[in-house]
């Protein structure tokens, strides 16, 4: 692997993995209120759409971190639409 | 510009303008609680990583997605870090 690779699949890793802490701790703390929903909206889309164009030109290290970091997202808007939805319920 | 690059080129488009609403929602409201600091920190880093891959291909796509993505992360983990060190002082 060259050192352009490395850091290519370094970035992916990365930029995956920051998901996890977010989605641990929007999951531990179900503090969701400075957490924007537009933003895990349109990220959601977008990282499906990474999904999907990582299938058509068969890339499996685009399908393998789009598919963790999709789901990881989608836990994060999960708890935030729920929280949302407490709000409305109690006001 | 054939469907696969249009997809592409959408889920670029998608994924660097969601942290427009919560760069823009963080800064308004200096809400930062339930934002995770591990979380813009390996992704601020990610973002570098995949700008340096983007200038070491000559890619201008993903150096231009990526230099707005890292200014964007950048805001909200400058928020997150000044929210914590007011957090400690008040404490």
Request: hydrophobic share 55%.
């Amino acid at each position: 692997m060259n050192i352009t690779d490395l850091i290519g699949y370094t970035s992916a890793f990365l930029t995956t993995l920051a998901f996890v802490p977010q989605a641990h701790q929007s999951w531990k703390t179900r503090d969701l209120s400075g957490v924007s929903l537009p933003m895990y909206s349109l990220f959601s889309l977008g990282v499906l759409g990474w999904l999907i164009y990582g299938v058509m030109i068969a890339s499996w290290p685009i399908i393998v971190a789009n598919s963790i970091t999709l789901l990881l997202a989608c836990v994060v808007l999960y708890l935030k639409v729920k929280h949302l939805r407490l709000i409305t319920t109690l006001s």
